[in-house]
């Protein structure tokens, strides 16, 4: 089992930024990438961007290129995901996932891939 743990989401003006953070604990070794996907009310999950632990390749949505950055820290078993340039429409909740070894051949953009998942963290963008 992974635990995961968000923090950092709030309530900020649009053009702002935030910063997210995901600490994972417990059966880590058995995951090769973290994801950050996001979700609105009556909307599907929506992938966000991912990092392999191990070369840190990252993967990101189209709509968040350019301003956000996902990065690790391998030794405190984190991964945060920055966000600058901030739009009303970033507003979402914002959860961390894991992958298993098992599911590694599935697409890094997909929500299949991901077995483990956190609470989430609410973004508010104000226009």
């Known amino acids: 089992q992974v635990q995961l743990v968000e923090s950092g989401g709030g309530l900020v003006q649009a053009g702002g930024s935030l910063r997210l953070s995901c600490a994972a604990s417990?059966?880590?070794?058995?995951?090769?990438?973290m994801g950050w996907f996001r979700q609105t009310p009556g909307k599907e999950r929506e992938f966000v961007a991912a990092?392999?632990?191990?070369?840190?390749?990252?993967d990101y949505a189209d709509s968040v290129k350019g301003r956000f950055t996902i990065s690790r820290d391998n030794a405190k078993n984190t991964v945060s995901l920055q966000m600058n340039s901030l739009k009303p429409e970033d507003t979402a909740v914002y959860c961390c996932?894991?992958?298993?070894?098992?599911?590694?051949?599935?697409?890094?953009?997909?929500?299949?891939?991901?077995?483990?998942w956190g609470q989430g963290t609410q973004v508010t963008v104000s226009s």
């Open positions: 996932a894991a992958d298993h070894s098992l599911t590694q051949r599935l697409s890094i953009m997909t929500s299949k891939r991901y077995i483990y």
């Open positions: 990092i392999t632990w191990g070369t840190g390749t990252t």
């Open positions: 417990g059966r880590t070794a058995n995951s090769y990438a």
